[in-house]
Nanobody, 123 residues
Framework: VQLQASGGGLVQAGGSLRLSCAAS????????MGWFRQAPGKEREFVAG????????YNADSVKGRFTISRDNAKNTVYLQMISLKPEDTAVYYC?????????????????WGQGTQVTVSS
């Protein structure tokens, strides 16, 4: 499984971005997908996830009400819509896939990782 994240960039505080993550393979619909982020000097942290079975989602408290994860199985793509961005959202954002996995906020709950896309929010 190969994952290609895109859509990062520089945005002012209060702005919006939509990240995309395209996956290879024909079995994307069986992948639980997650978004994580890592700021300089910090550990990688969970942002949002979407379950493969029922499409249920879960967001980290820090992004609830601002970030929305969604998926398009026909396009093998998962999205992260981000609004009301804050400087503390600045990080490299990674998508991750866990085939047949339960939705998890742990990095070891996912088997495959994309290369990351930089999001920078200026104040």
């Amino acid at each position: 499984v190969q994952l290609q994240a895109s859509g990062g960039g520089l945005v002012q505080a209060g702005g919006s971005l939509r990240l995309s993550c395209a996956a290879s393979g024909r079995t994307f619909r069986y992948y639980t997908m997650g978004w994580f982020r890592q700021a300089p000097g910090k550990e990688r942290e969970f942002v949002a996830g979407i379950n493969w079975q029922d499409g249920s989602t879960y967001n980290a408290d820090s992004v609830k009400g601002r970030f929305t994860i969604s998926r398009d199985n026909a396009k093998n793509t998962v999205y992260l819509q981000m609004i009301s961005l804050k400087p503390e959202d600045t990080a490299v954002y990674y998508c991750a896939a866990g085939p047949f996995r339960r939705l998890s906020s742990r990095t070891d709950g996912y088997d495959y990782w994309g290369q990351g896309t930089q999001v920078t929010v200026s104040s």
